[in-house]
């Protein structure tokens, strides 16, 4: 909800007054509204990833019951730490997607 107020708010600010001047407040409050949609969006994405102790694993588990089981074998826990670190390896390819949808949502709301 966050990223979505905050890129739709720099779309519509973008709309209406243009993009503002280098070095003025302007220019900082838009970079601001960027930087804090940027960051909700691949906060969400990141809390998604179906990989413990993140929100993603509850929900497959729900839906998996197959993964719900392997989630309460304590034995494959380790399989889950090297999938953490994995990610946080991976962090540019799957953000990076993420991102480009962001600045293209602004670019929709800008016109």
């Known amino acids: 909800l966050l990223a979505f107020v905050s890129l739709t708010a720099l779309g519509l600010w973008v709309r209406f007054t243009g993009r503002a001047p280098d070095d003025t407040a302007a220019s900082r409050g838009q970079l601001l509204l960027m930087i804090c949609g940027s960051y909700n969006l691949i906060l969400m ?32 826990q380790g399989i889950f730490l090297f999938a953490f670190f994995f990610a946080f390896m991976l962090a540019g390819v799957i953000f990076t997607p993420v991102l480009r949808a962001g600045v293209w949502y602004v670019g929709v709301v800008a016109g």
């Open 45 to 76: 994405v990141f809390n998604l990833m179906p990989i413990p102790p993140l929100d993603g694993s509850h929900i497959l588990a729900n839906f998996h019951d197959g993964y719900a089981r392997l989630l309460g074998d304590p034995s494959k």
